[in-house]
């Protein structure tokens, strides 16, 4: 039984931007998937409607067999910025993840259960911050605040977790560090977990299934073996760019190693 699925989901943006077309997909549960494709190929929006946050124009969105009409807290999501609260320490940013469970009279007053903060201790242990606990998350290295983000989604206790180019922002050791993390975190949780990425040198080394989208279309669902180079130039520069590509790839011999 897949836990997710887009069955033929298109999305309109104000009439005329498609930026999903007619995308159909299913993934089972606990497989890591890598999201790819070049900037306005719909990973974002994509991302948005797994989450619920964005309504598909048609077609439909299913986790664990019911339809996804609505924001859904199940979801964990990390983004590029990490929305941290700089101020405060690296377990408290991990507890404010259990705020989306709690009953409201408990946020207000932010009084976290005991089994919240172990939840919070634990999942700051699965990113390996559990000696970090204590410090104040604006003193954090990137790396270090995108694991907190990490572990905060982790404490919502979601079956789903989507990332937005969590490393995006971050040197390429950092990412990989990052990744890493993320995949042992899911791994360990059985835990489904689609992210997009730029990378495709990470991509490539976590990723169990990849999904290449351009002009908002699904060009692209294989594994490892699958994604060669010439799949990668097409996913990022479409059938007619591969020329271009090519040229690209005499001046720039590292294309596709690091970022963009
Ligand atoms: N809220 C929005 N309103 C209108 N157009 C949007 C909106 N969000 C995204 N788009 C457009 O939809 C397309 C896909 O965008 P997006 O999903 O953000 O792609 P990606 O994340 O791959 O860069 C782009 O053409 C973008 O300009
Ligand atoms: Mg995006």
């Known amino acids: 039984?897949?836990?997710?699925?887009?069955?033929?989901?298109?999305?309109?943006?104000?009439?005329?931007?498609?930026?999903?077309?007619?995308?159909?997909?299913?993934?089972?549960?606990?497989?890591?998937?890598?999201?790819?494709?070049?900037?306005?190929?719909?990973?974002?929006?994509?991302?948005?409607?797994?989450?619920?946050?964005?309504?598909?124009?048609?077609?439909?969105?299913?986790?664990?067999q019911e339809p996804v009409h609505d924001e859904r807290s199940e979801v964990g999501m990390v983004f590029q910025m990490h929305y941290l609260i700089e101020s405060m320490s690296a377990f408290r940013n991990a507890l404010t993840g259990a705020l989306s469970r709690s009953n409201f009279a408990q946020s207000a007053l932010t009084m976290y259960p005991e089994e919240d903060k172990r939840a919070a201790l634990d999942a700051l242990d699965t990113v390996g911050l559990l000696d970090e606990a204590g410090q104040r998350a604006g003193s954090m290295s990137g790396g270090q605040k995108q694991r907190v983000g990490i572990a905060?989604?982790?404490?919502?206790?979601?079956?789903?977790?989507?990332?937005?180019?969590?490393?995006?922002?971050?040197?390429?050791?950092?990412?990989?560090?990052?990744?890493?993390?993320?995949?042992?975190?899911?791994?360990?949780?059985?835990?489904?977990?689609?992210?997009?990425?730029?990378?495709?040198?990470?991509?490539?080394?976590?990723?169990?299934?990849?999904?290449?989208?351009?002009d908002g279309e699904l060009i692209f669902d294989g594994d490892r073996e699958d994604l060669t180079m010439d799949v990668v130039d097409q996913i990022y520069y479409g059938e007619d760019g591969k020329e271009q590509a090519e040229d690209l790839a005499t001046t720039a011999p590292d294309r596709g190693e690091d970022d963009e």
Do not use: W
């Not at 997909?25 to 929006?45: N, Q, R």
């Not at 560090?177 to 976590?206: C, G, P, W």
């Open 152 to 214: 905060r989604a982790l404490v919502q206790q979601p079956d789903l977790l989507l990332a937005d180019e969590p490393v995006s922002s971050l040197d390429p050791k950092a990412a990989k560090d990052v990744m890493r993390y993320m995949k042992e975190a899911a791994k360990e949780r059985n835990l489904t977990t689609i992210a997009s990425l730029h990378q495709v040198n990470i991509a490539r080394e976590f990723g169990d299934r990849f999904l290449g989208v351009r």
């Open 1 to 64: 039984m897949p836990a997710v699925s887009l069955d033929n989901v298109t999305k309109i943006y104000g009439g005329d931007t498609v930026a999903l077309r007619d995308v159909s997909f299913e993934i089972p549960e606990g497989e890591f998937v890598v999201l790819l494709g070049p900037s306005g190929a719909g990973k974002s929006t994509m991302l948005r409607v797994l989450n619920g946050l964005t309504q598909p124009t048609e077609g439909e969105v299913i986790i664990d």
